[in-house]
């Protein structure tokens, strides 16, 4: 399995960005995907994932209600919708597949994408 993650971008505070991850290899549909993000000076954290029936999500805190998480099976595709970006925000931000488990904790993800800059300018 192959993750290429994309949508990054310099944004201005209160902006929008969509991220995507798009998957090769395997099968979509058998893998829970994740999106974690790092900040400059920061361990890699948590932000948001989707089941690998898209029946169930989960946010971080800081970013519930504002990040949206969806897939398109036709797409083999994971988007990251983020909404009234914060600098706060600004990180390098990685997709993740796990064929066992819907969980936050990224020690449970099987195959990781390259990641895609976020910055957000306050």
């Known amino acids: 399995v192959q993750l290429q993650a994309s949508g990054g971008g310099l944004v201005q505070a209160g902006d929008s960005l969509r991220l995507s991850c798009t998957y090769s290899?395997?099968?979509?549909?058998?893998?829970?995907t994740g999106w974690f993000r790092q900040r400059p000076g920061k361990e890699r954290e948590f932000v948001s994932l989707?089941?690998?029936?898209?029946?169930?999500?989960d946010y971080a805190g800081s970013v519930r209600g504002r990040f949206t998480i969806s897939k398109d099976n036709t797409k083999n595709t994971v988007y990251l919708q983020m909404n009234s970006l914060k600098a706060g925000d600004t990180a390098v931000y990685y997709c993740?597949?796990?064929?066992?488990?819907?969980?936050?904790?990224?020690?449970?993800?099987?195959?990781w994408g390259r990641g895609t800059q976020v910055t957000v300018s306050s």
């Open positions: 993740a597949a796990s064929y066992l488990f819907s969980t936050q904790q990224s020690a449970k993800y099987d195959y």
């Open positions: 290899g395997g099968t979509f549909s058998d893998y829970a």
């Open positions: 989707i089941s690998a029936d898209g029946g169930r999500t």
